[in-house]
């Protein structure tokens, strides 16, 4: 890739060198300063059963999605990083109000972002609040995602149509079942759960990579009678035989939870192999453009939406390390957090009423260049991440 030259990992090298020691931790005060301003007027100017997505290009202002769709989950779920942060009990209640609708998606078997949609939402707050109501709504959509698993494709299915078509995002579904046969251990189909997501991890490994660079597949169109993978390519990106970053972080970041769910040292390999592919393509502010293989790069738009969920994946990654706060995991994540953290990705000054700029959800269908509540929502997460590693 052109990317991949000795100036820019030359260039690379100084910057984490220059990284912002560990311990003078980087202030998000501002950071969550905002974050309760928006997100306080979203709360009492959005309908209950309508879920934020993106803003639109025009106006800045929110677009809605329904309880069904696959990003439903992460309004109320940064509604429960607020809580989790400041431990206001309006944003406690706020977040459980919200959410309420989404729980007829415990009986959703027609997609696998179920896993997006229940853990982002009730998944956090039973994390926080230990409210035991919502483990078996846990459980139950747990039951609904294991229905789109073929044994002999080993996966669960992402998109219904045809062939078994997987897609890379599907890694970060599995935080359904680790995390719920974890905190169900007595229950029936535990065990089932935690097989399936070993299995989907598994063959995700086997097929969704270009070796030895660990580059991603976007999707995998396998045969459902077979298992045998019919074509691999990248639908979201800027071709199909393209890398698409937020791809590659939903990768690194899936991988990293399969490891610290097995132990499984394949799985933590996979993760910090995908993670060097970024450092090796990442530009001088770590905020990377929306496809690694789009020729007009730099001229191009960025994808916060694909930086936040990489930095937590790094930090998570940095966790397992032997010194979680002094490794190129633990730096790259620094310095992504200290970027998003002041404009022009922070949208202090703007007319956004999201927290973070140039998001780009779908850049091929137009959808670019705009603040996106994923976005969001694993910029607290990483940032709760960040500070639990920096006080340990």
């Known amino acids: 890739m052109r990317h991949l030259t000795v100036t820019f990992c030359l260039l690379f090298i100084a910057i984490v060198g220059w990284a912002v020691p560990s311990e003078s931790k980087l202030d998000f005060g501002p950071v969550w300063s905002r974050a309760e301003e928006l997100y306080r007027k979203t709360v009492q100017t959005t309908p209950k059963g309508q879920f934020v997505e993106r803003t639109d290009s025009s106006t ?17 779920g940064v509604l429960w990083q607020i809580y989790k942060n400041n431990k206001d009990v309006w ?37 926080l609040t230990g409210n035991q109501s919502f483990l078996p709504l846990l459980q139950k959509t747990s039951d609904s995602l294991a229905t789109r698993f073929n044994p002999i494709v080993g996966c669960t299915r992402s998109w219904n149509g045809d062939g078994f ?39 995700t490994l086997q097929e969704h990579f270009r070796h030895p660079i660990w580059s991603s597949y ?63 393509n990442l530009p001088s502010d770590f905020v990377p453009f929306w496809d690694f293989n789009d020729p007009s790069i730099p001229n191009t738009v960025r994808d916060t939406s694909a930086a936040t969920p990489l930095a937590s994946g790094l930090l998570l990654l ?11 995991y633990f730096k790259t994540a ?24 140039h998001g780009s959800q779908n850049v091929p269908v137009g959808n670019k260049d705009t603040g996106i509540c994923w976005g969001d929502y694993y910029f607290l997460e990483a940032i709760h991440r960040y500070n639990a590693l920096v006080k340990a």
């Open 60 to 76: 800045g202002k929110w677009i809605t999605r329904g309880a069904g769709d696959w990003t439903a989950g992460f309004y109320p």
């Open 91 to 127: 944003w406690k209640d706020s977040a459980l109000r919200i959410q309420e609708p989404l729980a007829v998606n415990a009986k959703n078997t027609q997609t696998h972002d179920v896993g997006f949609i229940m853990m982002t939402s009730f998944g956090l707050g039973f994390e």
């Open 165 to 203: 078509q997987v897609i890379i995002d599907n890694m970060m579904n599995l935080d359904l079942f680790w995390k719920t046969s974890k905190n169900s251990p007595t229950h029936k189909n535990a065990k089932k759960w935690k097989s399936i997501a070993v299995s989907h991890a598994t063959r």
């Open 218 to 280: 976007h999707l995998v169109n396998y045969s459902p009678t077979n298992g045998v993978a019919r074509n691999k390519g990248t639908v979201q990106g800027y071709a199909f035989n393209s890398t698409w970053a937020r791809g590659q972080a939903w990768a690194v970041y899936g991988f990293a939870w399969s490891y610290q769910a097995t132990k499984n040292e394949a799985f933590k390999n996979a993760s910090e192999g995908l993670a060097k592919f970024y450092f090796d």
């Open 318 to 328: 940095a966790s397992f390390q032997p010194n979680p706060t002094d490794n190129i």
């Open 334 to 357: 620094e310095k992504i957090l200290d970027s998003l953290s002041k404009p022009p990705y922070l949208t202090t000054g703007t007319k956004l009423q999201s927290l973070l700029a």
